[in-house]
C-alpha cells in the first residue's frame, strides 16, 4: 500500500520526492499484470499486457479477498493494439480507446492480446464497490461527448464520459478519456480540485520524444513532473491537476470518492495560482 503525503508535506519535496509520490511510471511491463495499491479512496491501478498468452487478473494479498472485484469494482482502458477481456466467459473485444466497466462480484477476469507483437495494453482503475451494476463494454461512439476549449487558447479538447450517472453505472467510479486536437496542448484549464473525490491521470498516446508537463499541489503552491507515455499522475483532493504538452495527446482521468457528481469542483483562477 502506498500512502500519499500531505499538502504540508508535499510544499517540502525535492523532484526526486515529487515523482515517487505523485506519479507511477512503472505499471506497463511485457506479459504481466502490475498492480498499485494507494491509500487515496482505496483505489487500485494496473497495468495489464498480455503477449504470448492471456493474463488472470489475481487479488493481491493486500486486499483480503478470495477474488479481485469480491468487494470492487472496476474500470478498464485499452491503450494499446486490439485484445480481449473475458469476464466470468463472457468475452468483450477492445480495440484502442474503449472500455469496459466490470461490476461487483465478476469473479474471473483474463486479458488477451490479438497479436503478441502489437499487444493490448489495458489500464485498471478500481474502487471499493457497495453496490452492483452490470459489466458492459463502451466504446468511443458510446461516450457522452463534451466539446471543449478553443485553438487560441491552446485546449481544443474533446472530453468522453464512459463511466457516469447518464452511461455505464457505478457504485463510485466515474471514468473517460479526454483527447486533445493537434495544435493544442493544455488540460483542464482553469484548474480546479476536488475536496470530495481523488483523481487518477493516465497519459498516453505521446510519442517517445514529447512529455507533458503535469501541475499539482495547492492552489497557491503548485509543483510540476514530466510525465511521459503510460504514466499515471495522482490528485488527492487538496490538489490541482492540470499539465501542458510538448504536442498534442491523450489522457485517462478517473474519480472516486463521495460522488459522482461530475461538476462538483472547486475553481481555480489564474490569478489564484501561484
Known amino acids: 500500500m502506498q500512502y500519499l503525503p500531505t499538502a504540508e508535506a508535499a510544499r517540502r519535496m525535492d523532484t526526486a520526492t515529487l515523482r515517487e509520490n505523485f506519479l507511477v511510471t512503472d505499471l506497463w511491463r511485457a506479459g504481466e499484470v502490475s498492480l498499485r495499491l494507494l491509500d487515496i479512496d482505496r483505489v487500485v491501478l494496473g497495468g495489464a499486457m498480455p503477449t504470448m498468452a492471456p493474463l488472470t487478473l489475481e487479488a493481491p494479498q493486500a486486499l483480503r479477498a478470495e477474488f479481485f472485484c469480491e468487494r470492487r469494482e472496476l474500470g478498464i482502458l485499452n491503450i494499446g493494439g486490439s485484445g480481449t477481456v473475458t469476464v466470468d466467459g ?140 503510460g504514466d499515471v499522475a495522482l490528485s488527492p483532493g487538496w490538489s490541482v491537476h492540470a499539465g501542458c504538452g510538448t504536442r498534442a495527446y491523450a489522457f485517462c482521468w478517473a474519480m472516486g470518492g463521495e460522488n459522482q457528481d461530475y461538476t462538483d469542483m472547486t475553481p481555480v483562477t489564474m490569478e489564484a495560482l501561484r
Open 90 to 229: 463472457n468475452a468483450f473485444p477492445l480495440r484502442a480507446h474503449d472500455a469496459l466497466y466490470v461490476g461487483r462480484g465478476s469473479r474471473d477476469v483474463r486479458f488477451a492480446s490479438d497479436s503478441g507483437e502489437t499487444p493490448a495494453r489495458f489500464y485498471l482503475v478500481s474502487y471499493p464497490a457497495h453496490a452492483t451494476f452490470p459489466t458492459v463494454a463502451i466504446t468511443p461512439s458510446d461516450a457522452d461527448v463534451l466539446d471543449l476549449g478553443a485553438p487560441e487558447s491552446a485546449n481544443k479538447r474533446q472530453v468522453r464520459r464512459y463511466i457516469h450517472l447518464g452511461g455505464a453505472r457505478s457504485a463510485q467510479l466515474v471514468m473517460g478519456v479526454t483527447v486533445l486536437e493537434s495544435g493544442s496542448v493544455w488540460n483542464t484549464m482553469p484548474a480546479h480540485t476536488h475536496d470530495r473525490r481523488s483523481e487518477v491521470y493516465l497519459y498516453f498516446d505521446l510519442p517517445a520524444d514529447a512529455i507533458v508537463m503535469h501541475l499539482l499541489g495547492e492552489p497557491s503552491e503548485t509543483r510540476t513532473v514530466v510525465a511521459r507515455d
